[in-house]
C-alpha cells in the first residue's frame, strides 16, 4: 500500500532519483516529485522523455530503487521526510498508464511503470 505521507511528498517540490542497473553497472536519473501519477492499482506511474540507457537497462533486470523526499513534509524525527521505493518496472508506450501519463505531460515518449515490492520511509 502507498502510504498517505508518501503521497503528500508527491504533492511537494523535490527531486526523485531513480536507479537501475544494466550490463554496464548502476546507472541514475532523476525527474521530479511532482511528475509523478499514483494509479488506483498502486502503480507508480513516471514519464520518460529521454531515459534511453535507463530503459535499456530495465529490459536488461526490471528491478529498480528510487528515492524521494520533501523538507516541507514532517519526518520521524522532525521536519522533512523521505522515502526508499524498491520495485519492478517496465517502460509502456501505449495503454491506459501512458495515456495519463501523455496527457499531463505532452513531451512523454514513455511511461514507466512500476510496482512496488517494499515502500520504507527512511526520514
Do not use: C
Not at 501519477?37 to 535507463?54: K, N, S, W
Not at 520533501?70 to 508506450?93: C, D, H, N, Q, Y
Amino acid at each position: 500500500m502507498i502510504p498517505d505521507k508518501l503521497k503528500e511528498v508527491l504533492k511537494q517540490d523535490g527531486v526523485v532519483a531513480i536507479a537501475t542497473l544494466g550490463q554496464d553497472g548502476p546507472h541514475m536519473v532523476n525527474t521530479w516529485n511532482s511528475y509523478i501519477r499514483i494509479t488506483d492499482a498502486e502503480r507508480i506511474l513516471i514519464p520518460v522523455g529521454y531515459m534511453h540507457r535507463t530503459e535499456a537497462n530495465i529490459t536488461y533486470n526490471n528491478q529498480v530503487l528510487i528515492t524521494l523526499g520533501s523538507r516541507k513534509v514532517e519526518g520521524k524525527m522532525g521536519p522533512g521526510t523521505g522515502f526508499l521505493i524498491k520495485g519492478a518496472a517496465s517502460i509502456e508506450t501505449s495503454g491506459p498508464d501512458f495515456d495519463v501519463i501523455k496527457s499531463k505531460f505532452s513531451w512523454a515518449r514513455a511511461v514507466m511503470a512500476v510496482t512496488a515490492n517494499s515502500i520504507e520511509q527512511t526520514l
